[in-house]
């Protein structure tokens, strides 16, 4: 029995190169297609794939959105994404929102089918040249999260306004303390997570959500 498909992908020639490619042996099937995240969320309303095909640069909800919005109402599709996009930072936020499976189009076609049957028997599949900088993406989460959890709710408060560029008079100014506490909890924060300087740190609090740019 053919594995049914979707195919999620604003370029209507990318959809019907992919339909052809993996029908033409008979092994797979595609159902359904949508050249839009919106389309794609109604389609799936009315049918069930064993796996989605899922663009990243889709117009009106991108792919990852689609993927936050499926998972959130607990829909069990098995989904692959299918990106041009190798930098890590869309590869996490993929996996953090549930993805089965995460493929570069420039990837050969016996690799996509790889993946594909991967994810049809439970399990999941990642471009592989991408895994080592997964791997090294997660220990460093892992990390900031140690170091997080050590802030105080007080440094935590003083690690924002120093991102959001405050100098110590203003962030004293802020919280009504003194300018030499301030400088106390620039010294403890710059400690706990481990960095030098103000760049440091902000860059560690925008990665981490404490401040949004």
Not at 89 to 109: C, I
Request: aromatic share 4%.
């Amino acid at each position: 029995m053919a594995v049914k498909l979707m195919i999620a992908d604003d370029h209507s020639m990318i959809r019907e190169g992919l339909k052809q490619l993996l029908e033409l042996e008979g092994e797979f099937e595609v159902i359904e297609e949508a050249k839009d995240g919106e389309e794609c969320i109604e389609k799936l309303k009315k049918i069930i794939p064993d796996v989605l095909l899922l663009d990243i640069n889709l117009p009106k909800k991108n792919g990852l959105q689609v993927l936050e919005e499926i998972r959130k109402e607990k829909k069990n599709y098995k989904i692959l994404i299918l990106t041009v996009h190798n930098e890590v930072e869309y590869l996490m936020k993929a996996v953090e929102a549930g993805t089965n499976g995460y493929l570069l189009k420039d990837s050969e076609s016996s690799e996509l089918k790889k993946a594909i049957n991967h994810i049809v028997n439970g399990q999941d599949y990642i471009q592989p040249t991408l895994i080592p900088a997964l791997n090294a993406k997660m220990i460093e989460k892992d990390s900031d999260a140690v170091m997080l959890e050590s802030l105080t709710k007080r440094e935590i408060e003083v690690l924002k306004l120093l991102t959001v560029g405050m100098y110590n008079k203003e962030v004293a100014e802020k919280l009504s303390i003194s300018e030499r506490t301030v400088k106390n909890h620039v010294s403890n924060i710059f400690k706990k997570i481990n960095v030098t300087d103000r760049t440091q740190a902000a860059v560690f609090a925008i990665r981490n959500g404490l401040v949004t740019i």
